[in-house]
T-cell receptor
Framework: DAGITQSPRHKVTETGTPVTLRCHQT?????MYWYRQDPGHGLRLIHY???????DKGEVSDGYSVSRSKTEDFLLTLESATSSQTSVYFC?????????????FGPGTRLTVL | RKEVEQDPGPFNVPEGATVAFNCTYS??????FFWYRQDCRKEPKLLMS???SGNEDGRFTAQLNRASQYISLLIRDSKLSDSATYLC?????????FGQGTRLTINP
């Protein structure tokens, strides 16, 4: 299995609080991604990174920000959590020549916003 | 119309049976195709890439039909451990697009 960890694995928080999720990889892969998975929607891309300090928005980026200060870490921040951000969040990595090739996923973080 | 569409199932088949599911995609410029498997409350895992000429990996066969814009997955001699949700994934111009998944249950 690819060396990807996510923390925390579970979190319950209240509306309006900031939340940061961490993705850590030991594969030295260039590309990292944050997805959310909700019933009826499948996996949807929030943000992605193509290198240290290089990030871009995905299709559902509103309300989220990311940072990548080291190759191995990609942080997702919910600036002011809302109930609509209750979801399962997956980090993924990709190391082949181009982005959006095969991706390998972390174990996920279950976030509940009350 | 969704970019990637799958029959959500569930498919319930007996152990040892052959099962097939299709996935259609809307973007004719799509470049790469994959099948992922996701177990309940787990992360998606790459099952196989799908090549233009079709490809096989043990009991699993994937086919691509570019003219009709669909890909298929065939599972032969199904095992109880094949029970999972199968995600069809299509690489577009700037992103991967995931289908919602087809749930498969293999019954003893």
């Amino acid at each position: 299995d690819a060396g990807i960890t996510q923390s925390p694995r579970h979190k319950v928080t209240e509306t309006g609080t900031p939340v940061t999720l961490r993705c850590h990889q030991t594969e030295n892969h260039r590309y990292m991604y944050w997805y959310r998975q909700d019933p009826g929607h499948g996996l949807r891309l929030i943000h992605y990174s193509y290198g240290v300090k290089d990030t871009d928005k995905g299709e559902v980026s509103d309300g989220y920000s990311v940072s990548r200060s080291k190759t191995e870490d990609f942080l997702l921040t919910l600036e002011s959590a809302t109930s609509s951000q209750t979801s399962v969040y997956f980090c993924a990595i990709s190391g082949l020549g181009q982005p959006y090739n095969e991706q390998f996923f972390g174990p996920g973080t279950r976030l509940t916003v009350l | 119309r969704k970019e990637v569409e799958q029959d959500p199932g569930p498919f319930n088949v007996p152990e040892g049976a052959t099962v097939a599911f299709n996935c259609t995609y809307s973007n004719s410029a799509s470049q790469s195709f994959f099948w992922y498997r996701q177990d309940c409350r787990k992360e998606p895992k790459l099952l196989m890439s799908v090549y233009s000429s079709g490809n096989e990996d043990g009991r699993f066969t994937a086919q691509l039909n570019r003219a009709s814009q669909y890909i298929s997955l065939l599972i032969r001699d199904s095992k109880l451990s094949d029970s999972a949700t199968y995600l069809c994934v299509v690489k577009g111009v700037q992103k991967l697009v995931f289908g919602q998944g087809t749930r498969l249950t293999i019954n003893p």
